[in-house]
């Protein structure tokens, strides 16, 4: 094991025995919804940068994935959409943690009437190692994990959820990025990548190792603010802001002319007739705005026509559109 994972392993190892609210990000949504009542314990290991919980990727009692179980807090909200022995499992390398998630689960039996700690498998595994068969899993997700590999793990650990997930299966992730270049002691700082703050990536960049394991649809849901890295208290002589993204990667096939990215742009036509056709698959309904794909949007850019409006990336998307 690489040096910098038995530093995480050790900082996670302790966050299980001791719950950290200051850990990491803690910065989880906490789920309103019918008769879902989530313990305390459960809110205080939340060691997430957003949320990987998402209705619409849920419906149809999906076989779902978690890795990097934390307190078992999205496990029981994903739980929440299933309801089925096995229908959820969990895996993490530091057995405290699984040990830890285990008896929060008792706690929520006792406080939800619906759930059943056996809906949830807990396995002891890692992300570049999944102990899970081929094409057999619908919704897969990962909170504050990735961003914590160097590359050569991170191309393993995507391949991982890639080889695990079902044709058209998701990839449900929420990750610090970072536009600006961090130098060597902030990159190297074991402690600083294992709370998710120094293995930041640019967007492009994070997008990219998607797309390369041949990821099809990429689909940028939310981008939000999370931290700095100030001079004062870090190794850096410039301020450096850092963001937390939630992306869905689905493993639809690679189009011949690249993959479907979602970045939030949407196309509004406002020409004299009802309607605009590209002839390439994209009808513009006038005075209705049309989430598009980046690929779309430049195409469109492309015909130079003075009746369409075509939006700058807004890093939100919620589904539909011209893809």
Known sequence: MSNYLETTHEVYKEAALSPDIGLCCTTNPIWELPGLKIPKIMQEMNYGCGSTVHARDLTNNPKMLYVGVGGGMELLQFSYFNRQKGGVIGVDVVDEMLEASRKNFKEAELQNEWFKSDFVILKKGDALNLPVENNSID?????????????????????????????????????????????DDLRNDERLRALCLSGSLPIDAYVKALTDEGFGTIEIRARKPYRVLDPKNYATKELIYIESIEVAAIKDPMPDDGPCIFTGKAAIYFGGNDYFDDHAGHILLKNQPLAICDKTAASLSSLKRDDIFISESTFHYDGGGCC
């Open 139 to 183: 919704v897969a997700a990962q909170n504050c994990l990735f961003n914590i590999f160097k590359s050569e793990e991170l191309k393993k650990a995507i391949a991982e959820m890639y080889r695990v997930l079902k044709p058209h299966g998701r990839l449900v992730m929420s990750d610090p990025t970072c536009e600006q270049t961090m130098n």
